[in-house]
Structures are given as structure tokens and as C-alpha cells.
């Protein structure tokens, strides 16, 4: 029960920094300008540094498997939370969880469609707001406390609870050809990044190790132009990387910033 109680509270500290563990976020554009956002978190590192601090679990979770696909859209069209625009920009999203306990493995994916680029920025910037507000990360939360079956669609777990706080300080932009994530408050961010909150994940990397933040795109066609730090590209130009080191991200606030034309 600690350890999963642990887990649960530290994949949420992670969410709100952005930074912590391995997360990726993969967005895919296609020809018509429509495509898919999904943000990947890997706790696996996290729970195998767990357990070799011996942390004590119960029997009921020691033996914990979960390997599922939930569509949210029953869920998300009978929320009284969230507004009609709301409804048609997230009913089609589906949550993915696969937690493995005895292997220390813990891996949660949420994939939402867009139907225009132009709807990119605001499926980003609120993905998990929606997704809290559907009261599903409490359902899930107490499931695996339990070590009962995952009831379906309660398997978000609490990283859905809240975005980063860092995200105010930037903003995300994507047009057809053009997509770019720049500071727009330095001083506030400065501020931001010398909080306890980022201290303490400071010290909490020296002993559960590096952790990576990548961000990928897959456009419809050859990019023009792209510029930011720990960039790399395919040899056909169409899929674009960003991979960041929580160190990278706390030394210098600017690794976060890109822009890419195509």
C-alpha cells in the first residue's frame, strides 16, 4: 500500500514539473492539418528505485498487473464539468495504463485527436484539466490502493490531477507550417524555477537518477527550419526531436524553447 500510496503521489509532483521521470509527448500532423497529441509517462525507473529502498508493499499489490485501453468518450460527453467545446475538443481521447508490478513496471499514455491544427495549442495547454475534471484519477487511485480489478475507465491514475506550473510562463503556438513554444515571462519563470517545488525534485534526481523530457513531431512534410537544444532529425526531415535532461531543464529555463516551419 506505501508504495503504490508513493507512487501515486509522486507521478503527480512529476506532471506539475513537466520534468520529472521519462515522458515524451508525440504529436502527429497530417496532410489535411488534422492530427493526434499523446503525452507518454514512464514511472518504471521510479518504481525499481522504490523497491531497492525495500519500501513495504501489500500483498494485494505486490502482485499488481494492469494492461488496458479506456475510451473516454462516455465519460467526457456526460460531464457536467466541462463545457460543449470542451466535449468535442477531448470525447475522443483514450487513456492507456500498464502497471506491472513485480517486473517495475509502471507506463500511462493519453492520445487525443484534433481534427485542425488550429486546435493544437488549447488540446495541450488543457489536456489533463479536462481529464481531472471527470473524477476518474480518484477512482483509479483507489482501485490500485485496493488491489482490486481497474473499473472501467478509472485508470488515469493522478497525473491527471493538474498541468505544470511552468506552462504559464510559456506559450505554445501551432499554425499549418509553423509551430514554436517560447518563454513569455522570464522573470516569473526565474521565479518558478527557484521554488521549493523544483529544490526539492533537484534532490530528489541525485538518488533515483536522470530523468528525460522528449518532445516529437511528425509532420506531413519536409521541415523548413527548427532550432532548439538536444534537437535531432530523420533523414527524410519529417519527424523532428527534442530530448531535455531534468538538468538541462533546471540549469537553463530557455532548453525548453523551439521553433520549427515546414
Same mark, same amino acid.
Given at each position: 500500500?506505501?508504495?503504490?500510496k508513493?507512487?501515486?503521489? !509522486?507521478?503527480? %509532483?512529476?506532471?506539475?514539473?513537466?520534468s520529472?521521470?521519462n515522458?515524451?509527448?508525440?504529436?502527429?500532423i497530417?496532410? *489535411?492539418?488534422?492530427?493526434?497529441?499523446s503525452?507518454?509517462?514512464?514511472?518504471?525507473?521510479?518504481?525499481?528505485?522504490?523497491?531497492?529502498?525495500?519500501?513495504?508493499i501489500?500483498?494485494?499489490?505486490?502482485?499488481?498487473? @494492469?494492461?488496458?485501453?479506456? &475510451?473516454?468518450?462516455?465519460?467526457?460527453?456526460?460531464?457536467?464539468?466541462?463545457?460543449?467545446?470542451?466535449?468535442?475538443?477531448?470525447?475522443?481521447? /483514450?487513456?492507456?495504463?500498464?502497471?506491472? /508490478?513485480?517486473?517495475? $513496471? %509502471?507506463?500511462?499514455?493519453?492520445?487525443?485527436?484534433?481534427?485542425?491544427?488550429? =486546435?493544437?495549442?488549447?488540446?495541450?495547454?488543457?489536456?489533463?484539466?479536462?481529464?481531472?475534471?471527470?473524477? @476518474? +484519477?480518484? &477512482? !483509479? %487511485?483507489?482501485?490500485?490502493?485496493?488491489?482490486?480489478?481497474?473499473?472501467?475507465?478509472?485508470?488515469?491514475?493522478?497525473?491527471?490531477?493538474?498541468?505544470?506550473?511552468m !506552462?504559464? #510562463?510559456?506559450? #505554445? +503556438? &501551432?499554425?499549418?507550417?509553423? $509551430?514554436?513554444? @517560447?518563454?513569455?515571462?522570464? !522573470?516569473?519563470?526565474?521565479?518558478e524555477?527557484?521554488? =521549493?517545488s523544483?529544490?526539492q525534485?533537484?534532490?530528489?534526481?541525485? #538518488?533515483?537518477? *536522470?530523468?528525460?523530457?522528449? +518532445?516529437?513531431?511528425?509532420?506531413?512534410?519536409e521541415?523548413?527550419?527548427?532550432?532548439?537544444?538536444?534537437?535531432s532529425?530523420?533523414?527524410?526531415?519529417? +519527424?523532428?526531436?527534442?530530448?531535455?535532461?531534468?538538468?538541462?531543464?533546471?540549469?537553463?529555463v530557455?532548453?525548453?524553447?523551439y521553433? $520549427?516551419?515546414?
Amino acid at each position: 500500500m506505501k508504495k503504490i500510496k508513493f507512487i501515486v503521489a !509522486a507521478l503527480s %509532483a512529476c506532471v506539475l514539473l513537466s520534468s520529472c521521470l521519462n515522458i515524451e509527448e508525440r504529436i502527429v500532423i497530417k496532410n *489535411d492539418n488534422s492530427g493526434t497529441y499523446s503525452l507518454s509517462i514512464d514511472m518504471s525507473k521510479l518504481m525499481e528505485t522504490i523497491a531497492q529502498m525495500g519500501q513495504s508493499i501489500d500483498s494485494a499489490s505486490k502482485n499488481k498487473k @494492469v494492461d488496458t485501453t479506456i &475510451a473516454l468518450k462516455g465519460y467526457i460527453d456526460t460531464a457536467k464539468s466541462l463545457t460543449p467545446a470542451e466535449k468535442a475538443l477531448y470525447r475522443n481521447s /483514450m487513456v492507456s495504463i500498464k502497471m506491472d /508490478m513485480p517486473d517495475n $513496471i %509502471a507506463k500511462i499514455k493519453i492520445e487525443c485527436p484534433f481534427t485542425t491544427i488550429n =486546435d493544437l495549442s488549447v488540446v495541450k495547454k488543457n489536456l489533463f484539466s479536462v481529464i481531472s475534471r471527470l473524477d @476518474v +484519477t480518484k &477512482a !483509479a %487511485a483507489s482501485s490500485l490502493t485496493q488491489g482490486s480489478s481497474l473499473p472501467a475507465g478509472t485508470n488515469l491514475d493522478a497525473a491527471s490531477q493538474a498541468g505544470s506550473p511552468m !506552462a504559464q #510562463f510559456f506559450t #505554445f +503556438t &501551432a499554425v499549418p507550417g509553423k $509551430i514554436s513554444y @517560447v518563454i513569455n515571462n522570464k !522573470a516569473g519563470l526565474d521565479k518558478e524555477m527557484a521554488g =521549493d517545488s523544483i529544490q526539492q525534485m533537484k534532490q530528489m534526481s541525485m #538518488f533515483m537518477g *536522470d530523468f528525460l523530457y522528449s +518532445t516529437i513531431f511528425v509532420l506531413p512534410r519536409e521541415a523548413k527550419k527548427f532550432s532548439g537544444p538536444g534537437m535531432s532529425i530523420s533523414d527524410d526531415k519529417k +519527424t523532428v526531436i527534442f530530448k531535455r535532461h531534468f538538468d538541462d531543464l533546471t540549469d537553463n529555463v530557455e532548453n525548453l524553447e523551439y521553433k $520549427i516551419e515546414y
